[in-house]
């Protein structure tokens, strides 16, 4: 090969091999054969999800903010207990006082699940993403699925943490705790490991609309915490209904063991969320169906 | 075999690609040429099912790209060398692509070995250098052993080894029997590279040719003649060619051959300090060929 700088200026005369045009090649052997399906595609996504570095970081952070938190929420809440009006007693909730660290939580898996799709565009591995696996639907699905098989038992494992943290530190300040064998405990652990699942695939849903990581991040904010602390604040009936059906709030009941009678029961709440997490995606792949990669 | 059939992407009123047919052949390198924002790129990514066509097919072994039973295997595609996430590795990169096609794990360490990155595998790709990035782009296309390579623009930003490398890999994979189509801005690159050339202007197909017939059809030659008694020898020529004086003693002949001009000179008595054949460049015959697209194009921009 010649190089092109020391090249002279007449054309040189080009050696080219003979086109072979209309040979055909025998079919591959050694990429071997077979029909790509879902599973491969889940296969794909599990290795991407697993070999992503902000995956462990977003759950090392969840799980030490949930944890910390419940620490200080327990010794803190547990302290103030003895001096509570009677009424006030009456309402303690144990089982919220630990877990409340799931606000933050949330915001962590839904970024992880925002991660999933933001970080294609990102890095414009969308593209090697989709030659690989044409299938739309197949790439949305088995992020998904590869996003609940890491976010489901993370969010098991943060909550576990959160409460066992959290009832051992108001043990400490002598309130009242629960143990794991209670009913409401074991609804709140788990109910909440749901809730933070789906908060992933809200994130998965947005960032697949939205692509941008930061702005992802901030809807996911707004969305999860900003009309959370705003709702009373809104006038009369619109207030009534955001702080009742506004889908974090309502699967945020979840983690109660004292029910408000304003709001949906735990798992009505929760099923409000689920609802509008299908949704979302179901937006998610209209709209990535649609758009040019 | 690659097919496009009335191929047209419409951007609102921009036509990208307007109504684009051709066939890319296996067995040779084909050079799809044409100036930037020609439309190559659109057409290639319409090519992979990443952009939806407004109207038009395009096919690759007979089935359109979404309909491949396992797109690698089928067609290997390089876009952007940089498409990969920074805090990955090259290994887990390919090993990712290869899974969702079903492609054994000892075919990425095959591929890694074939683009020389077998001691950076483990390595982040985000330290690559862009010559690196380009091998694992490259890597990525061989997973599946396709029998369809599609490369957009590979030569861009490579360093001399790193072009030399690229062409002598889609040469032997054209010797193959693969089918082999690059893209690229400039006909310097496609000259030592390719054998057949699809050239495109602001959308459309302009030339469909072999590259033989295109250096024949294109590659006029030029005598450069140097005198001191220029004003003298014009008009000895004139009559038989077309001459233009590039320089107070320097001609410029197109139509005669230069043993030729050196007999009517001597007849003239005409004394000559220099005769010497030159060939206009491709890249000239590209852009005169281009020129129209082009300038059409920046002109509607004006508007």
Same mark, same amino acid.
């Given at each position: 090969?010649?190089?092109?700088?020391?090249?002279?200026?007449? +054309?040189?005369?080009?050696?080219?091999?003979?086109?072979?045009?209309?040979?055909?090649?025998?079919?591959?052997?050694?990429?071997?054969?077979?029909?790509? +399906?879902?599973?491969?595609?889940?296969?794909?996504?599990?290795?991407?999800?697993?070999?992503?570095?902000?995956?462990?970081?977003?759950?090392?952070?969840? =799980?030490?903010?949930?944890?910390? =938190?419940?620490?200080?929420?327990?010794?803190?809440?547990?302290?103030?207990?003895?001096?509570?009006?009677?009424?006030?007693?009456?309402?303690?909730?144990?089982?919220? +006082?630990?877990?409340?660290?799931y606000l933050v939580a949330q915001i962590a898996f839904g970024l992880?699940?925002?991660?999933?799709?933001?970080?294609?565009?990102?890095?414009?591995?969308?593209?090697?993403?989709?030659?690989?696996?044409?299938?739309?639907?197949?790439?949305?699905?088995?992020?998904?699925?590869?996003? &609940?098989?890491?976010?489901?038992?993370?969010?098991?494992?943060?909550?576990?943490?959160?409460?066992?943290?959290?009832?051992?530190?108001?043990?400490?300040?002598?309130?009242?705790?629960?143990?794991?064998?209670?009913?409401?405990?074991?609804?709140?652990?788990?109910?909440?490991?749901?809730? =933070?699942?789906?908060?992933?695939?809200?994130?998965?849903?947005?960032?697949?609309?939205?692509?941008?990581?930061?702005?992802?991040?901030? +809807?996911?904010?707004? &969305?999860? =915490?900003?009309?959370?602390?705003?709702?009373?604040?809104?006038?009369?009936?619109?207030?009534?209904?955001v702080s009742k059906f506004w889908p974090p709030i309502a699967g945020?009941?979840?983690?109660?063991?004292?029910?408000?009678?304003?709001?949906?029961?735990?798992?009505?709440?929760?099923g409000v969320m689920a609802g509008c997490v299908a949704a979302l995606?179901?937006?998610?792949?209209?709209?990535?169906?649609?758009?040019?990669? | 075999?690659?097919?496009?059939?009335?191929?047209? @992407?419409?951007?609102?009123?921009?036509?990208?690609? #307007?109504?684009?047919?051709?066939?890319?052949?296996?067995?040779?390198?084909?050079?799809?040429?044409?100036?930037?924002?020609?439309?190559? /790129?659109?057409?290639?990514?319409?090519?992979?099912?990443?952009?939806?066509? /407004?109207?038009?097919?395009?096919?690759?072994?007979?089935?359109?790209?979404?309909?491949?039973?396992?797109?690698? @295997?089928?067609?290997?595609?390089?876009? #952007?060398?940089?498409?990969?996430?920074?805090?990955?590795?090259?290994?887990?990169?390919?090993?990712?692509?290869?899974?969702?096609?079903?492609?054994?794990? /000892?075919?990425?360490?095959?591929?890694? *070995?074939?683009?020389?990155?077998?001691?950076?595998?483990?390595?982040?790709?985000?330290?690559?250098?862009?010559?690196?990035?380009?091998?694992?782009?490259?890597?990525?296309?061989?997973?599946?052993? %396709? %029998?369809? $390579?599609?490369?957009?623009?590979?030569?861009?930003?490579?360093?001399?080894?790193?072009?030399?490398?690229?062409?002598?890999?889609?040469?032997?994979?054209?010797?193959?029997?693969?089918?082999?189509?690059?893209?690229?801005? $400039?006909?310097?690159?496609?000259?030592?590279?390719?054998?057949? $050339?699809?050239?495109?202007?602001?959308? @459309?197909?302009?030339?469909?040719?072999?590259?033989?017939?295109?250096?024949?059809?294109?590659?006029?030659?030029?005598?450069?003649?140097?005198?001191?008694?220029?004003?003298?020898?014009?008009?000895?020529?004139?009559?038989? !060619? #077309?001459?233009?004086?590039?320089?107070?003693?320097?001609?410029?002949?197109?139509?005669?051959?230069? *043993?030729?001009?050196? !007999?009517?000179?001597? *007849?003239?008595?005409?004394?000559?300090?220099?005769?010497? %054949?030159?060939?206009?460049?491709?890249?000239?015959?590209?852009?005169?060929?281009?020129?129209?697209?082009?300038?059409?194009?920046?002109? @509607?921009?004006?508007?």
């Amino acid at each position: 090969m010649r190089h092109p700088h020391t090249r002279p200026e007449p +054309t040189p005369v080009l050696v080219k091999l003979p086109a072979r045009a209309g040979r055909r090649r025998p079919a591959s052997k050694n990429a071997g054969s077979g029909r790509a +399906t879902f599973w491969h595609s889940l296969h794909a996504e599990w290795i991407k999800i697993r070999t992503m570095r902000s995956t462990l970081s977003v759950i090392l952070g969840a =799980l030490a903010f949930a944890v910390g =938190l419940a620490a200080l929420n327990g010794s803190s809440a547990g302290g103030e207990y003895a001096d509570l009006s009677p009424a006030d007693q009456a309402a303690f909730d144990p089982l919220a +006082t630990s877990l409340m660290g799931y606000l933050v939580a949330q915001i962590a898996f839904g970024l992880l699940g925002g991660l999933v799709m933001t970080s294609e565009y990102g890095a414009r591995t969308i593209v090697p993403t989709l030659t690989s696996v044409p299938q739309r639907a197949r790439v949305l699905g088995s992020k998904a699925l590869a996003l &609940v098989g890491v976010a489901l038992p993370v969010g098991i494992v943060v909550t576990l943490g959160a409460f066992s943290m959290g009832q051992a530190s108001l043990s400490g300040a002598g309130a009242p705790h629960l143990a794991l064998s209670d009913g409401v405990a074991l609804r709140g652990i788990f109910g909440g490991g749901l809730y =933070l699942a789906l908060a992933a695939l809200l994130g998965l849903a947005l960032g697949a609309v939205i692509r941008s990581t930061t702005a992802t991040v901030t +809807t996911l904010f707004g &969305v999860m =915490l900003i009309v959370q602390a705003f709702a009373p604040a809104l006038p009369g009936a619109l207030g009534d209904w955001v702080s009742k059906f506004w889908p974090p709030i309502a699967g945020g009941q979840i983690i109660t063991a004292v029910r408000d009678p304003e709001a949906l029961g735990p798992w009505a709440g929760l099923g409000v969320m689920a609802g509008c997490v299908a949704a979302l995606l179901a937006v998610a792949f209209v709209v990535f169906r649609g758009r040019d990669a | 075999m690659i097919e496009v059939r009335g191929l047209t @992407k419409r951007y609102g009123e921009v036509l990208a690609v #307007d109504d684009l047919t051709f066939g890319v052949r296996a067995g040779e390198v084909t050079g799809f040429l044409g100036p930037n924002g020609a439309g190559k /790129s659109t057409t290639l990514r319409m090519i992979l099912g990443l952009d939806a066509a /407004s109207s038009g097919t395009a096919t690759v072994q007979g089935r359109p790209y979404s309909a491949q039973p396992a797109p690698l @295997k089928a067609v290997g595609a390089l876009l #952007d060398p940089g498409a990969v996430l920074p805090s990955r590795t090259a290994f887990h990169h390919l090993l990712a692509l290869a899974a969702g096609n079903g492609i054994p794990r /000892s075919r990425v360490d095959h591929v890694l *070995a074939e683009v020389g990155l077998e001691n950076v595998a483990r390595r982040r790709a985000g330290a690559f250098s862009l010559g690196m990035r380009q091998r694992l782009g490259i890597a990525a296309a061989l997973l599946g052993d %396709p %029998p369809a $390579l599609v490369f957009d623009e590979p030569l861009n930003g490579l360093d001399p080894e790193g072009i030399v490398w690229i062409r002598s890999l889609m040469r032997r994979m054209a010797a193959e029997g693969r089918v082999v189509l690059m893209s690229s801005h $400039l006909m310097s690159e496609m000259e030592l590279t390719a054998d057949h $050339l699809i050239v495109v202007g602001r959308g @459309k197909l302009i030339a469909d040719t072999t590259m033989k017939d295109f250096i024949e059809a294109h590659s006029e030659r030029e005598v450069l003649v140097r005198t001191p008694r220029a004003e003298t020898l014009r008009p000895l020529l004139a009559g038989a !060619a #077309d001459v233009r004086a590039e320089d107070s003693d320097t001609l410029v002949v197109t139509g005669l051959e230069a *043993a030729t001009i050196g !007999a009517l000179a001597a *007849a003239g008595g005409v004394e000559l300090h220099e005769l010497s %054949p030159r060939q206009v460049s491709l890249e000239k015959a590209f852009m005169d060929l281009t020129r129209d697209a082009v300038e059409y194009q920046a002109e @509607k921009r004006t508007n």
